[in-house]
């Protein structure tokens, strides 16, 4: 059974940093395309950032770029999600997503078949 279980959640105050990981069973990194979504309350899910399973391209969304790096063990079959001088407006649930295809010309896809239940990420003095 594929599954994909995120960590590393938590409260911290804005500035401050976080880590999140997401590990994988069932399957491999490997050639797999990976991203990070967060949802906050009342807003949409938002596609922040992903990174190819076959080159480690990765893309940024326009709100956390500068601040947030994405990065793979594929050894460890982690993804991690590397969160700097987080802001209140960063305050979500964070999820991961895995696919095995790619689109052309795209790091990100449009769509994922695997997720994970995702960690709670609270930004607040």
């Known amino acids: 059974q594929l599954q994909l279980v995120e960590s590393g959640g938590g409260l911290v105050q804005p500035g401050g940093s976080l880590r999140l990981s997401c590990a994988a069973s069932?399957?491999?990194?490997?050639?797999?395309?990976i991203a990070w979504f967060r949802q906050a309350p009342g807003k949409e899910r938002e596609e922040i950032s992903c990174?190819?399973?076959?080159?480690?391209?990765?893309d940024y969304a326009d709100s956390v770029k500068g601040r947030f790096t994405i990065s793979r063990n594929n050894a460890k079959n982690t993804v991690y999600l590397r969160m700097d001088s987080l802001k209140p407006e960063d305050t979500a649930k964070y999820y991961c997503?895995?696919?095995?295809?790619?689109?052309?010309?795209?790091?990100?896809?449009?769509?994922?078949?695997?997720w994970g239940q995702g960690t709670q990420v609270t930004v607040s003095s």
């Open positions: 990174i190819s399973g076959s080159d480690g391209s990765t």
């Open positions: 997503a895995a696919d095995f295809a790619t689109m052309p010309g795209s790091v990100c896809l449009n769509e994922y078949d695997y």
């Open positions: 069932g399957f491999t990194y490997d050639y797999v395309t």
